[in-house]
């Protein structure tokens, strides 16, 4: 990306200021709230609490949920995969995969990883893939949300394009819902580091309701969603 | 002028609607399903603990935002320039159009996605590019099928809500459909229709529900997946907002989000909640190379630092047009404004001035629904009084009618003897109108009330004579109020 440029700010914010009464670009401190009610919800649930709650909301937003442990997971894969057909298959390049143990099944699988070295050959991969394989970054229980931080290898596509997402879901990575989520994000940018450049929070297949509010499953994104709970703690 | 839609005058807009019986039963049935969502959502979902807290802490966020906005403002835009990105702010339509104008140009840009987004609608981005010779494809379903019906927007979340499927069909078969008119059918012709176009685009234009000032990232909040398209696979990209649409932190996006998921459609989260922040993009492949931001005022500025300044909380959730009974019996399309509903006519005589849209704040029964249902505990209803107070008193219309109306009713009411004559010839006047005791067509400023309603006839025997008649009959002697308050017999 090109270096940023900022027009026409000064006139801009003068009005504003000069609205409101005081000098623009005077210097606040965001308080701390008086009203939090976030922090209370499911507060001081368990893990094995908090995959129960997704398992719930899974159901109201048409996404299955398996669970399974770290040594039966490539078997758990291999079955859900075959449950949604095989067929083409991407993955993210995330090292993730490698550590659990999961390389020999996407390599028997003839599973296609994503490599920008390739450029646009991946999206086409993505377009034609019937199945693409993503692993959650932060999970919110609340409304069974996979959380991703997509970047140029985690990348975005593999969750987007093909008919299928499976989302492998750290046990470890579940928090009750997006305020803890925030607060992950908050506390990497209150450490001067960049948050992720494509941050996405996904429930389940996409959807509309456009058409005389009849739910339609599946319209640009993925027809069906599946989430894999990995127990590794 | 941008925001309007339709050609109609108010009254003559709103006649037009209620006769429309399929749109008026549309609505309705939307509103009902919409609501009732909502209600499971919030106030029925006891895992979120006291909703009413949840209102007072967006409106906390927001009455503070709004307060330092200028101070937000420049934080956003230093963290999305210091991160590549290019930020314009525009005051004015035209400085908005012409910016994506000279970007597009720039980029030699033909093919332009767009999601979903009311401020582009508000600056008609759409028309301004088309007459650069781009083709600018809606993607959200509902915009598409009113792009390809060339129709315009009667709900702020759900766009198409007065089309049936059979309508929506009919607008299919224009690009060559031939399927039924289930909508599982209809929107798998759009998923196929819209895939190539998307990977295909040159630029992609979004709007913002939430910018983020600490990172200089933007939010997407959404359902169907083709803002995740538009900002994945074209190599520009442009973000509209309307400049008060920002959080200080993701903390606070945590509890906006919330409010507008639970509000607007009764989801504990849409299905794609998306945070984009401009990052250096050389390697990745499904991401923009070219990002921009274009702040918008046009008009909002009116608001800041006045009564009107609440307005501005608003999150777009249109949670005050799912509960409004006048909402429910004239739709969207009467309001001739691309915000309808309750926050549309209080939002659009601020932005389009009191002339075209001074009669809006008049489309409400007053009863408060709205301000109840806003997450933000806008008093929707209060500024609708207020905006009746500045019409009132001549705000964006002549009073030359209403002045002399006013004068001579007040030479009249000032005079014992006109007065009473004024009342005395009243029912004789008014006699060839009447029927079986009411005016059921009354003319000239009669006309609107007797067009909803009969008016009663003006009784021969007025209050004061009746009700002399009516002490007498009783025995009570006619008294006179003195000036303690006390009666005394009259004399």
Redesign the interface.
Request: aromatic residues 8%; without cysteine.
């Given at each position: 990306?090109?270096?940023?440029?900022?027009?026409?700010?000064d006139?801009?914010?003068?009005?504003?200021?000069q609205?409101?009464?005081h000098a623009?670009?005077?210097?606040?401190t965001?308080?701390e709230?008086?009203?939090?009610?976030?922090w209370?919800?499911?507060e001081n649930k368990t893990p094995e609490q908090l995959v129960e709650i997704i398992k719930k909301?899974s159901e109201s937003?048409h996404t299955q949920v398996v669970e399974t442990n770290s040594a039966d997971l490539a078997e758990s894969l291999n079955h859900l995969i075959d449950s949604y057909g095989g067929g083409a298959i991407l993955a993210t390049s995330d090292k993730r995969f490698s550590e659990w143990g999961l390389s020999d099944v996407l390599e028997a699988r003839h599973v296609a990883i994503?490599d920008?070295l390739?450029?646009?050959e991946?999206?086409d991969l993505a377009?034609h893939a019937n199945i693409g394989l993503s692993i959650c970054d932060v999970m919110?229980a609340?409304?069974a949300?996979a959380g991703l931080f997509n970047?140029?290898d985690k990348?975005?596509?593999v969750s987007?394009l093909p008919v299928t997402s499976i989302v492998l879901v750290p046990k470890s990575t579940i928090v009750p819902r997006?305020?803890q989520?925030?607060?992950l994000?908050?506390k990497q940018?209150d450490a001067d580091e960049?948050?992720?450049?494509?941050?996405?929070?996904?429930?389940?297949?996409?959807?509309?309701?456009?058409?005389?509010?009849?739910l339609?499953v599946?319209?640009?994104?993925?027809v069906k969603v599946a989430y894999l709970i990995i127990n590794d703690r | 002028m941008p925001m309007k839609v339709g050609n109609l005058p108010f009254f003559e807009g709103v006649d037009k609607a209620i006769s429309n019986t399929y749109m008026v039963n549309?609505v309705s049935?939307?509103q009902d399903?919409?609501r009732e969502k909502k209600l499971k959502a919030t106030v029925g979902d006891e895992?979120?603990?006291?909703w009413e807290?949840?209102r007072?802490?967006g409106e906390?966020?927001r009455q503070?935002t709004l307060?330092?906005?200028?101070?937000y403002?420049?934080q956003l835009?230093?963290n999305?320039?210091?991160?590549?990105?290019?930020?314009?702010?525009?005051?004015t339509v035209e400085?908005a159009q012409n910016?994506v104008r000279k970007i597009v140009r720039s980029k030699n840009a033909k093919n332009i996605v767009k999601s979903k987004s009311m401020v582009t609608e508000e600056i008609s981005l759409n028309e301004a590019l088309e007459a650069e010779g781009c083709d600018v494809l809606e993607?959200?379903?509902?915009e598409f099928?009113l792009q390809v019906d060339k129709d315009r927007p009667s709900h702020i979340v759900?766009?198409?809500?007065h089309?049936?499927?059979r309508k929506?069909r009919e607008a299919f078969q224009k690009l060559g459909y031939s399927g039924s008119d289930e909508?599982?059918e209809?929107?798998?012709f759009?998923?196929k229709t819209?895939?190539e176009k998307?990977?295909h685009a040159d630029v992609g234009i979004t709007g913002c529900n939430f910018a983020v000032a600490?990172?200089g990232?933007i939010c997407l909040v959404t359902?169907?997946?083709?803002a995740?398209?538009v900002?994945?696979?074209p190599e520009t990209q442009i973000t509209v907002m309307g400049?008060e649409r920002l959080v200080?932190?993701?903390?606070?996006?945590?509890?906006l989000?919330?409010l507008l998921c639970r509000s607007s459609?009764g989801?504990?989260?849409?299905?794609?909640?998306?945070?984009?922040?401009?990052?250096?993009?050389?390697?990745?492949?499904?991401?923009p190379?070219?990002?921009h931001l274009v702040?918008v005022?046009a008009g909002r500025?009116r608001a800041?630092?006045?009564e009107f300044q609440p307005a501005l909380q608003c999150i777009r959730c249109a949670a005050c047009l799912n509960v409004c009974p006048v909402y429910r019996h004239i739709g969207g399309h009467a309001y001739g404004s691309i915000y309808p509903g309750p926050i549309g006519a209080v939002l659009s005589p601020i932005l389009g001035g009191y002339k075209e849209y001074g009669k809006l704040p008049y489309a409400s029964s007053l009863c408060a629904a709205c301000t109840e249902a806003c997450p933000v505990r806008i008093p929707l209803h209060e500024l609708l009084i207020k905006h009746r107070q500045k019409y009132v008193a001549g705000a964006g219309h002549p009073q030359t009618g209403e002045k002399i109306a006013m004068k001579a009713f007040g030479i009249g009411a000032k005079s014992p003897f006109l007065f009473k004559a004024g009342m005395k010839m009243a029912p004789i006047f008014l006699k060839p109108l009447v029927h079986d005791g009411s005016i059921s067509k009354g003319p000239g400023p009669m006309k609107p009330w007797t067009h909803g309603r009969d008016l009663p006839a003006p009784s021969k025997e007025n209050f004061r004579e009746w009700f002399k008649k009516h002490q007498a009959e009783a025995g009570n002697p006619p008294t006179t109020v003195n000036a303690d308050g006390s009666r005394s017999e009259a004399k």
């Open positions: 990306m090109s270096n940023g440029t900022i027009e026409n700010r006139q801009f914010l003068e009005t504003i200021a609205k409101l009464g623009a670009g005077e210097a606040v965001t308080p709230w008086k009203h939090q009610p976030q209370a919800v499911y909301a937003i994503w920008t390739k450029g646009h991946n999206i377009a919110l609340e409304s949300t970047d140029k990348a975005r596509s987007l997006l305020t989520a925030m607060a994000v908050q940018v960049s948050p992720a450049p494509y941050i996405n929070f996904i429930s389940g297949p996409s959807n509309s309701a456009d058409i005389e509010m009849r339609v599946g319209v640009h994104g993925p | 549309a049935s939307a399903g919409l895992t979120l603990g006291d807290e949840w007072r802490a906390e966020i503070f307060n330092h906005l200028d101070y403002l420049k835009s230093d999305f320039a210091a991160r590549g990105g290019h930020v314009y702010f525009a005051q400085e910016y993607t959200d379903l509902a099928i759900v766009p198409s809500v089309k049936d499927r929506v909508p599982k209809l929107a798998a759009a998923r819209l895939r998307f990977l600490d990172t990232s359902n169907e997946g083709n995740n398209m900002t994945s696979y400049m200080p932190s993701w903390k606070e996006l945590d509890v989000v919330t459609v989801q504990r989260l849409t299905t794609y909640v998306t945070d984009i922040t401009p990052a250096d993009q050389t390697d990745t492949v499904d991401g190379k070219d990002f702040i005022d500025s800041l630092g006045t």
